[in-house]
Every structure is written in C-alpha cells, then in structure tokens.
C-alpha cells in the first residue's frame, strides 16, 4: 500500500493528518506501513495532479475522500465528519479508508 500526505507550504493541518494517519494505520494493525509527505507549492502542478486541498491523503494514488465538484488549487481542505467540519478526516474514516484499500489490493492479487 502506498500512502502519501500531499500538503502546501506551512499547513496547519499537517502535522495533525500525520499524527491522525499515524493512529488509523497502528488500529488497523498496519504498523509496517509507511507514508511520505509531499508539498505542493505550484499552482500548475496542483492542476496537472487535481490537488483540491491541504492535506489530501492518496491511498495507493487515490484520494477516498474526494468530492466531486471540488476546486482544484492550492488552498485548506475541509473534511466531512462524524463531529461536522475539520481539517482532517476522523480516525474512523481513515481506519475505512485504510482497510478499503488493503481488501481491494488483496482482492487484485488474487
């Protein structure tokens, strides 16, 4: 599984989606799976990778929390949860998301 936290310069979301990613991989009893951080600081490379926030978390390549409609640029995101808007998805969210992914990636290797 690949796992890459895309950023902008000095989001103050960062550090929270790292700590949040962090906790949803260890309950989902991923421990050995890493992630790197990416900043996006030009507006030509967030168009040409349809960057619609800070921080986007992709999943092998795939955001699971896109929605559609959503501007593209260098800007904060919102997330939907549980408890209304915040800057990072829910622990759950993330534990679904991660666990999502590992069934599909299990499933395509059969």
């Known amino acids: 599984m690949e796992i890459e936290i895309l950023v902008v310069p000095d989001c103050p979301n960062e550090e929270p989606a790292v700590e949040r990613l962090r906790g949803a991989l260890a309950d989902a009893g991923l421990h050995d799976t ?44 919102m997330y939907r949860t549980p408890d209304g808007l915040a800057g990072v998805p829910g622990g759950d969210q993330l534990r679904w998301a991660l666990t999502a992914a590992g069934e599909g990636s299990a499933r395509s290797a059969l």
């Open 34 to 77: 890493t992630f790197s951080i990416r900043t996006i600081s030009d507006p030509g490379e967030a168009e040409r990778i349809g960057f619609t926030g800070s921080p986007t978390i992709l999943i092998d390549g795939h955001d699971p929390f896109a929605e559609p409609g959503r501007p593209v640029g260098l800007s904060c995101r």
